[in-house]
């Protein structure tokens, strides 16, 4: 059972589709990520989740909607995407302590869900 | 601004012999950690070193060390005894302000040959 699990691996949606992207850490951790990684661009911090609480939303457009039920899954929703959503979206957990994370905590990461958008 | 900039997309390497990935970063923080991950094909990205920027030791784990020049402003990764599963992204991240929140660079694209 691998650290962070992401499901599913691929995906491909219409602009009109509602679809929604899983991830579950089996880590014990308590801080979660969404990362996008586009084609020829540096991976992007989307929202960041501590103690279950969204702590970080990095100027993402609203039709990514993300989910932390609790500390072990992390969702993101999405709704009328646009062809340039095409990417590879990276789910990661580290530890925090009162909702931060310390500076020299390491990411674990998700080997991602591969988006394509017709 | 915070800043991590990466200048070779692609390097190639002999298999046994020792590269050197470039890495440098920005910030105006004191406090900040530096990491190298790698990415396969697969997707994953796979932590393999860190550096805090109090540390006064450069960081190794087995085959990785980490060249580290405060002055400079560089955090370069150096891979000995290179190995064809080696052949992957790297990136380099920064964390500041507040740690998880990694800044990363365009990567390198490593190709070990035989």
């Known amino acids: 059972e691998t650290g962070v699990t992401q499901t599913p691996r691929h995906l491909v949606m219409g602009m009109t589709n509602k679809k929604s992207l899983k991830c579950e850490q089996h880590l014990g951790h308590n801080a979660m990520y969404w990362y996008k990684q586009s084609a020829k661009k540096p991976l992007e911090l989307m929202f960041v989740y501590s103690l279950e609480e969204r702590v970080e939303n990095n100027s993402v457009p609203s039709r990514f909607s993300p989910e932390c039920p609790n500390s072990s899954h992390l969702f993101l929703h999405l709704h009328t995407l646009q062809p340039e959503d095409s990417a590879l979206y990276l789910c990661?957990?580290?530890?925090?302590?009162?909702?931060?994370?310390?500076?020299?905590?390491?990411?674990?990461f998700g080997s991602g869900t591969q988006l394509s958008v017709l | 601004a915070q800043k991590i900039t990466q200048t070779q997309p692609g390097m190639f390497v002999q298999e046994k012999e020792a590269v050197t990935l470039d890495c440098t970063y920005d910030?105006?923080?004191?406090?900040?950690?530096l990491f190298w991950y790698k990415q396969p094909s697969s997707g994953e990205m796979i932590f393999l070193i860190y550096q805090g920027s109090y540390d006064e030791q450069n960081a190794t784990e087995g085959r990785y060390s980490l060249n580290f020049q405060k002055a400079r402003k560089s955090a370069n990764l150096v891979i000995s005894a290179s190995q064809l599963g080696d052949s992957a992204m790297y990136f380099c991240?920064?964390?500041?302000?507040?740690?998880?929140?990694?800044?990363f660079g365009q990567g390198t694209e490593l190709s070990v040959k035989p």
């Open positions: 991240a920064m964390s500041a302000h507040q740690g998880g929140k990694l800044i």
């Open positions: 910030t105006s923080d004191q406090s900040y950690g």
């Open positions: 990661a957990s580290s530890q925090a302590t009162n909702r931060r994370v310390a500076t020299n905590e390491k990411l674990f």
